[in-house]
């Protein structure tokens, strides 16, 4: 009987948090008039795929083209963030040195400042050092932002999960001859993975659906990536609401499929750094 209490609680529970995503993909198959007089929970009477093409091919820019630029800015974004912040996790985790607790407090206070109150000195930055004026420097300027503020997070998660290694294998690896250069590499990282897939994904989905970065840094829209492209579709003229279901739909699918692929690591990860 409680376990049958517990299914249906939990079916209900699912239910409630797949809805507005099945909302969307309803409307993303009706045509414009259906979604403004029928009901938002109700499965499309004609259903279309043209707000799919639509979708593909209007925007500033268009979504493929906003795919490419997201992929261009998370993928180094991401690896930076995550090889820096095991790099700088190593050390408080690892090693005895005078100020550490200092360094950790600063790791924490760079998690916790909010980013939007230096929105002015990083756009100032970026554009004294000319990146705002180039497509390639828009790229860089957004990247470099987003690894700067991705390794506090990365650190912090990934120095809890090294001071779970037993301190035995690191002295067998040192009484072995092997530096803190090879016990990092060869030792930590591979016994890490569960942790730095937890670190990776979180911040893949982080700077995947960030749209701020892109609108401060960014001076040419042809630069800017999914979750700014997406804005650029509600115009003055209306918000086709069709095209936009199709379109979070299809930005939504990159991070479902990551996660479904990574969930076993996923998983272990987060039972590891709790």
Known sequence: MRKSVLYVAVAFICFIWILPLLTVVFASFKPEHEIRTGSPLSPPLDPTASNYRD???????????????????????????????????????????????????????????????????????????????????????????????????????????????????????????????????????????????VVALLQFTGIYNDMMWALVLMKYTDTYPVATTLASLSTTAGTPYGILCAAGFLAVLPTLILFVFLQRYFIQGLAAVS
């Open 55 to 197: 979708a593909m091919l209007e925007g500033s820019p268009p979504l493929l083209t906003a795919f490419k630029n997201t992929l261009i800015i998370t993928v180094p974004a991401v690896i930076g963030s995550v090889f820096l912040g095991a790099m700088a996790a190593y050390p408080l985790s690892r090693m005895k040195f005078k100020g550490s607790g200092t360094v950790y407090l600063l790791i924490l206070f760079g998690m916790m400042f909010p980013f939007q109150l230096v929105m002015v000195p990083v756009f100032q930055t970026a554009n004294f050092l000319g990146l705002y004026e180039t497509t390639t420097g828009n790229y860089l300027a957004v990247i470099v932002t987003h690894i700067v503020f991705g390794v506090p997070f990365c650190a912090f998660v990934l120095r809890n999960f090294f001071k779970t290694v037993p301190r035995s294998l690191q002295d067998a690896a040192m009484i072995d001859g092997c530096s803190h250069f090879s016990f990092f590499f060869k030792v930590l990282l591979p016994l890490s993975l569960p942790a730095l897939a």
